[in-house]
């Protein structure tokens, strides 16, 4: 006879898996939000590089014209519809609604990530062959904005890779706190979060992403841009993040679904920074 009899207990509350749940980028662009249509349009207005001039021998002062531009974006629609039967409920552990509400959600602001990287990586301006993160990379980045006129107001962004990031915290003047402006341990907000915290140096934000094109290669992309590079069109006013009950059929569903575009606005305002993050893989 057994002497024992071992209950298995499950945990109720369900852990989340490791994936991007949060849209980290839209904040870093310019969004404009779309009521009805399926484009929208964007004005980029400048001087197109005029320079002042004096009257004339007439008296008049030559005028011009402003260069102004009408990139646009077309939306698509996108979706993420999750389904489970009562049986289903009932029979897992957790609660199955919750999670199904939890990653449908996740699966949208991943696209939304996924939308404006790859309008940035339709960038041509770029640093050259792709070599392992230090000062000097940031640097030739920084410069190639800086002569393209782009304004180093605050509004600048810095896209990197994990791998960037780990060869960056090797500089004194990117991991040390006397030089680093709002790093994750301040201000930390007690509760669990689920969006990773950027952190400002050089007047730049930096996050980092872990969906960028090449991750874990020797091609990886990341990107330096201004806010107003790149645009991003959604329709706030009903986005959809929805829950119900098919009393016919017995199921329980989550969907979300949104409009959204992205476009280039300006082509100047990107550099793509080729990176080699090969050797920082797992083995």
């Keep these: 006879m057994a002497e024992t009899a071992f209950q298995t207990m499950y945990r109720e509350e369900f852990i989340a898996g490791f994936e991007q749940l949060q849209s980290l ?23 197109g590089g005029a320079t002042a001039v004096t009257r004339g021998v007439n008296g008049l002062i030559p005028a011009r014209g402003d260069n102004l531009s009408q990139p646009t974006a077309t939306l698509v629609e996108w979706h993420d519809l999750v389904r489970k039967t009562s049986w289903n409920i009932f029979a897992s552990q957790g609660n199955q609604r919750a999670i199904m509400q939890q990653t449908c959600m996740g699966v949208i602001n991943r696209k939304i990530d996924d939308d404006i990287i790859t309008e940035l990586n339709t960038g041509t301006v770029n640093t050259g062959s792709a070599v392992i993160a230090d000062l000097g990379l940031v640097m030739k980045a920084k410069t190639i904005l800086g002569n393209a006129s782009v304004p180093w107001d605050m509004n600048i962004c810095a896209l990197i890779t994990p791998a960037f990031e780990a060869y960056m915290m090797q500089v004194t003047e990117f991991s040390s706190r006397d030089y680093v402006g709002g790093p994750p341990m301040d201000k930390a907000d007690p509760a669990w979060r689920d969006k990773p915290r950027g952190f400002y140096w050089l007047d ?67 550099v793509v920074v080729n990176h080699d993050g090969s050797a920082l893989v797992a083995a």
């Design 204 to 270: 730049m934000l930096w996050v980092v992403h872990p969906n960028l094109p090449g991750k874990a290669t020797s091609a990886e992309k990341c990107f330096i841009y201004h806010k107003s590079a790149i645009g991003h069109a959604y329709n706030a006013s009903n986005l959809q993040a929805l829950a119900g009950y098919d009393e016919e059929q017995d199921y329980s569903w989550a969907r979300c679904s949104i409009f959204m575009g992205s476009a280039l606005l300006q082509n100047s305002g990107v």
């Design 25 to 47: 980028l839209r904040d870093t662009v310019t969004t404009e939000v779309q009521i009805t249509g399926n484009v929208a349009t964007f004005l980029v207005a400048d001087s």
